[in-house]
């Protein structure tokens, strides 16, 4: 089409040489051992802190758990993180970002029915001036009348456009009709109950739940990780309680009822939202369970994203994996296909399900999810940001950079006859819950014909 | 940021080589850029370049379809392809020991791909599902980068759709694949980075054992997309059946983001200075005091500032409540322009800018992914992959007279103000 004189396909596609061999792995380097302190502050807060001076700057990560069975907690909670950094007694939500700006830090909060997590980084020459705000607002918040009033207004209107995506309306049906009225359940608030939330109650939550004990504070860059513990016990000094931070109350173990047709009418994409019942990173068989998720649809050479997207297009994105919630686990599985493919995709999906714990991984393909486990735990961690989610997410669960330096040689012990058993026990269909959201108008009839599919509004 | 080793050389073939070897930890990069990206797409054929990029990935010569994500991924690492305005790029992030490899899958697609009908078909639909779930299927999808070039912009190249039209997806041939890559798709077209883990020697062999023989063909002339400034105020107006607010895409021209970089970068200080954190202009007044918008972004460039030859576009965008009038929220940030054109900001209001971007700029290069692909663009788009690590400085070299230049630069009579409707007002399942 812009070539006037082009070779054809079938020129382009072959050469006098022919087809050429793989190259071989080279040799591996192993990652260098990075100097580290996990230790427990006198305020009860674990920090872990980690130096790797790569370049000049420093990662922070907060975790503080934060569940609370009040019904209006959740928009409580929300209105509270929106606030947390809109000024104390000695600075302003301007002067708390100036300052910030200047030292190329930033800070950010995030809230879910579990935790609170407070995210930062700043150039490394200037990490007390960042750690000096972040005591700042976590002993001194003040959450002023006029800021409460106006993030609520914004969260009103943000909840709006979060409520309209079809990510968030699957993932509270799938919320719902996996565990009720559980906590955990109640992810985005109700605007209406933001809109009652008073500056009191932010403030009362701020004391009673910001808590050090029982919080993880992460540390990653170029620091001295004994030396910045002592600066911490000094700015976090004044951040202390006798009681712990609170904790989501233990999730029931999903069971596997039918899946639900939720009806989303004139929609023109469906997701399909699956998952079941498997175990965290602390149970002796989680690097068999971790290897037969990746064949399934752990990463896109596997079994699903083969079958629905490469070969038969059902699908831009199919995805299995893991969710944490305080010391349990579940595999979930994604997938969103135009309305027509949604059945023949939920069909397609559930038989290899079933293939998993019939004809389990082995060979090569145990060998590929084998060195793409080991491979990807490198990479992902070769930065400061990457490495600091990773030990948040490790130390969130009593873990710490220990379990990701013994990670692979687990992952290197793993046998067939392992995945074999964690497919066939984790990865059965009649195991798995799950939404489909869609068109129920177009899709009733095919997806009730499956089986086990019921249609309706999720409890 | 002190200048790491970086070692840049052209094959016989053409190809462009970047290498920044750095053994902080054993993981490498590798990525390939194209000089083609959607603006040089034909007429008829919106989409394709992107279409294009997907098949690349569908089998080769040595490799059948879906070997590419296998060896890769057998391989610890992890892989992605994306279209740009003005390139296309594909990269590897892997375990350093898989090196070769990743060199050998680049050079045997960029050597013989493997363009058949059933790929082809196959990836059309895969297409058609990711503009479903990124653009047809959610609120502001396509916001602003499909929706606000046809108003701006009045030629085929700048205006139109780059994610294309189901009707132009679907009437693709496998002729036009192979005219497509005979084309574009030349070593001489194209740039080659490696970066982390590895001995420059080495990886200098390696690289002419499997990209030396890949024949010459001539880089394709590249067209000029210039077009004339705006001379008035342009609007459109589209509905979004999934949007619950109403929303504003305005977007201005730019200085030349390649001859005239110093001018380009005033314009990043001044989306810095606009509405970077909340001290900044807009956030203050138009997200706190007033408050007139829920939520406001200012940017170079349609997916970000480097991606684009000129003419690249400076965006704001915002969403607004139903009773806020979008006259008044347009006044509102003419008046803002207005007071930064007529007295330049602070000292301090450039140094939080410039430090927030330093620091980012680090954080970029920390992320091998990042960096490779950086080095990667600046050498296709600005001949000198080294400008990667002078930005921050350059950066900090941009005074408030020019951030005041610029900011008077954006007015109203040359400007396209794109208005985003929700469908139904109360109704928005559809």
Known sequence: ?459 | MADPELVRYTLDNGLRVVLAPDATAPVVGVSVHYDVGFRSEPEGRTGFAHLFEHLMFQGSESLEKLAHFRHVQSSGGTFNGSTHPDYTDYFEVLPSAALERALFLEADRMRAPKLTAENLANQIDVVKEEIRLNVLNRPYGGFPWITLPPVLYSTFPNAHNGYGGFEDLESATVDDCAAFFDTYYAPANAVLTVAGDFEVDNAKKLIEDHFGDVPHRPAPQRPSFAEPLPTTELRGEIEDAHAPLPALGIGYRMPDPINDVDSYLAYLVLAGVLTDGDGSRLQQRLVHREPLVVDIGAGAGLFGPFEARDPDTFTITLIHPHEVPRERVLAALDDELEKLAETPPSEEELRKVTARWAASLHSEHDRLVSRTLALGSFELLYGDASLVYRLADRMSAVTAEAVSAAAKALRPDARAVLVVKPASEGNNEQ
Do not use: C
């Not at chain 1, 130096?51 to 990560?61: F, I």
């Not at chain 1, 919080?215 to 002592?230: A, E, F, N, Q, R």
């Open chain 1, 1 to 459: 089409m812009t070539s006037a004189t082009h070779r054809s396909a079938e020129e382009i596609g072959r050469t006098a040489r022919g087809p050429r061999p793989l190259p071989p792995l080279g040799e591996q380097r192993a990652a260098a051992d990075l100097s580290h302190v996990d230790t427990t502050l006198a305020n009860g807060l674990r920090v872990v802190a980690v130096r790797k001076a790569t370049v000049p700057l420093v990662e922070a990560r907060l975790w503080i758990p934060f569940a609370g069975d009040d019904a209006l907690h959740p928009a409580t909670a929300e209105v509270l993180a929106e606030t947390i950094l809109t000024g104390t007694a000695r600075r302003n939500r301007i002067e708390i970002d100036a300052e910030l700006a200047l030292i190329g830090g930033d800070i950010g909060a995030g809230v879910d029915p579990e935790r609170l997590v407070l995210t930062g980084s700043a150039l490394a020459g200037k990490l007390p001036t960042f750690l000096d705000v972040l005591g700042d607002v976590l002993t001194g918040a003040t959450y002023a009348d006029e800021e409460i009033a106006r993030e609520k207004e914004r969260l009103v209107e943000r909840i709006a456009v979060s409520r309209t995506q079809p990510r968030t309306i699957a993932r509270e049906a799938l919320q719902k009709h996996r565990y009720g009225d559980h906590p955990a359940t109640r992810e985005v608030p109700k605007a209406e109950d933001v809109a009652v939330v008073t500056p009191e109650q932010v403030r009362a939550l701020h004391q009673a739940s910001v808590l050090p004990r029982g919080s993880v504070m992460v540390l990653v860059g170029d620091l001295d990780p004994s030396g910045v513990i002592g600066e911490l016990e000094k700015v976090l000094g004044g951040w202390a309680s006798d009681r712990s931070a609170v904790r989501l109350p233990p999730l029931p173990d999903l069971t596997g009822p039918s899946v639900l047709l939720v009806p989303r009418a004139g929609a023109v994409q469906s997701q399909i939202r699956l998952s079941a019942q498997t175990v965290p990173r602390t149970d002796p068989g989680y690097a068999a369970l971790q290897l037969a998720n990746l064949a399934y649809g752990g990463y896109f050479s596997s079994r699903l994203v083969e079958n629905i997207r490469e070969n038969k297009g059902y699908t831009y994105s199919a995805h299995s994996g893991f969710e944490f919630t305080d010391g349990t686990a579940v595999v979930n599985v994604d997938a969103d296909t135009a309305t027509d493919a949604t059945a023949p995709a939920l069909l397609e999906t559930r038989y290899e399900l079933g293939r998993l714990g019939q004809v389990p991984p082995s060979g090569d393909e145990l060998e590929s999810v084998r060195q793409y486990a080991i491979g990807s735990l490198l990479t992902s961690t070769s930065s400061q940001a990457g490495l600091a989610g990773q030990v948040l997410a490790l130390a969130s669960t009593g873990l710490g950079l220990e379990w990701l330096n013994e990670h692979p040689a687990r992952v290197a012990a793993v046998t067939a006859d392992d995945v074999a058993e964690a497919a066939l026990k984790y990865f059965a269909p009649k195991r798995f819950t799950g939404v489909v959201v869609g068109d129920a108008a177009v899709l009733e009839r095919k997806l009730l014909a499956l089986g086990d599919v019921v249609v309706g509004e999720p409890a």
